[in-house]
């Protein structure tokens, strides 16, 4: 039987294996033992860096699953990821951060630095957004939630527009998931090696390239 909890719940800084992410983001150890399959698509070999104030997110997923790719001198990887996904959401305050190291021509290490949404009225909004998260710590409150249920039955029949597995990844129907009507996530940050949406709004956006180590958090 799934082990379910009704209501708002709160939850500060808790165990990866319930926790959602952020640009996206776990019940990464129980969906890879139950056999959660690789997604379709290549990721790079460099992990990135997320920080945001706040992120809402409506039609809250979560399961687990492995990111393929290749490392940085070209040898097969694969990591274990908890993909969590929103059918809308909105990001206020987003830095984003990739450190790509040990380039020539004397340059060492170069870091870019992605920001939006730091305005508190025009958030950085998605829609269909999944995340493929590594590492992550935040507050979290959760709007009906429903733990341990099946990942092939995820998406809710009584609520159109509700999401599921993330189109071009695979996982197990049997596996372990999580499912709430909203979550709501503050003081975030993450480590993610994939983030897809439908659309991506990113207003006040501000891109810079910095020599050195120059990441979000």
Known sequence: MSSQVRGGTRWKRFALVMVPSVVATAAVGVGLAQGALAASFSVSGQSFKVRTDKLVGEDFVQYGSVAVGKDLNGKNAAHPVAVSGFSKATITNMCQSVVTPNLPFGLGSVS????????????VV?????????????????KNIDIG?????????????SIGIQPGTQAREEGFAQRADEA???????????????TFKLSNLSLRLHKGVEECF
């Open 112 to 123: 870019l630095k992605l920001k939006a949404g730091t305005d508190p009225d025009k958030p």
């Open 149 to 161: 249920v099946a990942a092939g039955s995820l998406k809710k029949e009584n609520k159109p527009g």
């Open 184 to 198: 709501v996530l503050t003081d975030v940050k993450q480590t993610a090696w994939a983030t897809t949406a439908g």
């Open 126 to 142: 998605a829609t269909n957004l999944y995340l493929d998260v590594s590492q992550l710590d935040a507050d979290a409150e959760f």
